[in-house]
């Protein structure tokens, strides 16, 4: 069950904001659909973001009727810039769109149908890149996992959030699939559910036993040692080791380091930004709606004031280890994190 497949100018994609009440899938040419699709959530987690933000742009080169190549550069161009803004903290949307943009820059003096399969093929080679690294870290992730723990982890990080295999959740179930056994134990995640929704919809098509627990829970269960192991994913991991991720994981980070339990980030490369500073992130600031109302049900008076801020930021000190498909890293994050981007033969990075 893959989040996000294209098939001859055609994306089709599973409406994740209707599970577990409907398994939906949505197919068009359309790239609009796409894009709407991001900001409301159809499509969501860090990596799928990426990969949908691409098929976009190849859903733009597939279909478009400009007849010179400038023109379809210009209207590439003008896609690109009005995606990166829909949804500004997961990195890799701007990773996906960055490398879109370099075909771009780089091929304007060749042929209109070359041009138009090049960014094509650039985005589906990024979906089967991000793929394969949600793979291998979920793997080198799923080492730290030993039989007769209780692990924690937070809103959705499963094969819908990655197009395939997940990263945090992806560790979770190849742990599983391996053998171990041990307690997993999932936050609803407030506001959207991603935990309750879909982390327990996919751990359930797993047959993978887990106890679902509010957000407000969890200090609880950590103080009773129902937990020693917290698990998460990451919407952008600076070079400093600085991870910014659902709302909610800074808390857990806190609550895993005051009780001494280890903390694990796993996310693919394509999460870490090596250039922005902690000072320029953007959190993505959401509609007050999604507060004051449960799957369209109003919860609270009307015209209440709310922040609905979507990521935290928890700081390196709180963090055990990063798991990416390259394997672990340990702090320093600043020193480490370097080396193993330094030697990526990636230059999007
Ligand atoms: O707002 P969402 O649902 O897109 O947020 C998703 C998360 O925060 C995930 O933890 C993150 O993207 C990692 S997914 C592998």
């Known amino acids: ?23 939906e899938y949505i197919e068009t040419e359309n790239p609009r659909e796409i894009v709407d699709a991001i900001r409301k959530l159809r499509i969501r987690g860090a990596p799928s973001i990426g990969v949908a933000g691409a098929l976009a742009i190849a859903l733009v ?50 042929d209109m149908n070359k041009f138009r399969s090049e960014i094509i093929n650039e985005a589906l080679n990024i979906m089967e890149e991000e793929c394969k690294y949600s793979k291998e870290a979920s793997e080198i992730a799923s080492q730290l996992i030993e039989n007769g723990d209780a692990v924690l982890t937070h809103c959705n990080t ?36 991603q935990g309750s929704r879909i982390t327990a919809f996919e751990l359930k098509a797993e047959r993978i036993p ?13 103080q009773k040692r129902m937990i020693n192991k917290v698990i998460v994913g990451a919407d952008r991991i600076l070079h400093t080791g600085h991870v910014i991720n659902k709302i909610g994981t800074y808390t857990l980070a ?8 280890p903390f694990y980030v796993v996310a693919p490369t394509t999460t870490i930004d090596v250039s922005s500073n902690i000072e320029s992130i953007i959190i993505e600031n959401r509609e007050s709606s999604e507060v004051t109302s449960i799957m369209g049900h109003q919860i609270a008076p009307p015209d209440v004031d709310v922040w609905n801020p979507a990521f935290d930021i928890t700081p390196p000190r709180l963090v055990s280890m990063i798991i990416t498909e390259k394997g672990l890293i340990k702090p320093p994050f600043k020193r480490n994190i370097k080396r193993i981007i330094g030697c990526s033969k990636n230059p999007h990075l």
């Open 210 to 222: 887990f106890t679902l627990i509010t957000d407000n829970m969890v200090g609880f269960a950590i």
């Open 254 to 261: 806190v609550l895993a380091h005051e009780h001494g339990i």
């Open 61 to 110: 080169a597939y279909h478009s009727k400009v007849e010179n190549i400038n023109n379809l550069a210009k209207e590439i161009t003008n896609w690109i810039d009005e995606i990166k803004k829909v949804r500004p903290t997961a990195r890799n949307l701007f990773y996906a769109l960055n490398r879109l943009e370099n075909i771009v820059s780089k091929h304007l003096s060749s």
């Open 158 to 193: 499963g094969p819908l959030a990655t197009v395939d295999y997940g990263t945090a959740l992806g560790a979770i179930m190849e742990a599983w699939r391996q053998g171990k056994r041990f307690k997993v134990i999932i936050t609803e995640t407030r506001p959207l559910l």
């Open 1 to 23: 069950m893959k989040a996000i497949t294209w098939n001859q100018g055609k994306v089709r994609f599973i409406d994740q904001s209707k599970l577990p009440l409907k398994l």
